[in-house]
């Protein structure tokens, strides 16, 4: 008779790697959600909204928040 392994395969991350992906890629959803939209459509017509602080500042600030916060996930060794 064969001997079954029993064991579970490992993922490659763990657990707290997987929720602190997931979280980064909300962040840098939302930069993303900040940056679109405030044009206008007629080229004539100045749009003052394209130059608001959310699309100048919080956006890029949160993109570049997620992308650090997911190189920390990468590299951050999970508790085993």
Not at 66 to 71: P, Y
Request: proline share 5%; no cysteine; glycine share 10%.
């Amino acid at each position: 008779m064969k001997e079954e392994n029993t064991q579970k395969p490992e993922f490659l991350f763990g657990k707290k790697n997987y929720i602190i992906m997931l979280i980064g890629l909300v962040v840098i959803a939302l930069g993303f959600i900040f940056m679109a939209g405030g044009g206008s459509d007629d080229p004539n017509v100045f749009n003052e909204e394209i130059y608001n602080w959310q699309r100048i500042r919080l956006a890029p600030t949160l993109v570049i928040l997620g992308l650090g916060i997911e190189i920390y996930a990468i590299l951050a060794n999970p508790n085993k």
